[in-house]
């Protein structure tokens, strides 16, 4: 009987450091692929919300240097694990069911992000669930940056 006690025990006090996976998941990480032969700095990756028609942004994130590429498949990994960015989707929500983003390389007006497999499709992510934010929200959101000024993106609902 003890030794049954002492493994519960062991087994409830194991489980309760274990870290909670809804947390882990809230927010936006970043893969950026560099197609081209530049480095770039101050990068601003822009949500925004769609309001009467225009594009009203909310927040934004400043990427760190992006290094270039070199033909090899490195992907540059920015805002993982406890940096992810957390922009308020209360915000966006009060406007628009979808949240879209915008790329602005430094010295650039910003450009619409487009999805990188159908340029006429605007990136977007679907952030409600019956007009309520959806909980844990958020996923990769690549970047991929082409040598012909073409800036393109994925992104993947956790």
């Known amino acids: 009987m003890k030794t049954k006690l002492i493994i519960i025990f062991c087994a409830l006090l194991f489980t309760s450091c274990l870290p909670d996976e809804g947390e882990g998941r809230i927010g936006f990480t970043f893969e950026i692929i560099n197609?081209?032969?530049?480095?770039?700095?101050?990068i601003k990756v822009t949500i925004e919300g769609l309001q009467n028609g225009e594009f009203v942004g909310t927040a934004s994130y400043t990427l760190p240097s992006i290094?270039?590429?070199?033909?090899?498949?490195?992907?540059?990994?920015?805002?993982?694990?406890?940096?992810?960015?957390?922009?308020?989707?209360?915000?966006?929500?009060?406007?628009?069911?979808?949240?879209?983003?915008?790329?602005?390389?430094?010295?650039?007006?910003?450009?619409?992000?487009?999805e990188a497999f159908d340029s006429s499709i605007m990136l977007n992510a679907k952030i409600t669930d019956k007009h309520i934010i959806k909980n844990n929200y958020g996923g990769p959101l690549n970047i991929d940056l082409y040598s012909n000024s073409d800036i393109r993106g994925r992104f993947f609902e956790w």
């Open 35 to 42: 197609s081209t032969n530049l480095e770039f700095e101050n």
């Open 67 to 114: 290094w270039i590429r070199n033909n090899n498949p490195k992907v540059q990994f920015v805002a993982i694990n406890d940096n992810k960015w957390s922009p308020n989707l209360n915000l966006i929500k009060e406007n628009s069911e979808k949240a879209y983003f915008t790329v602005q390389l430094e010295g650039e007006t910003p450009a619409d992000l487009y």
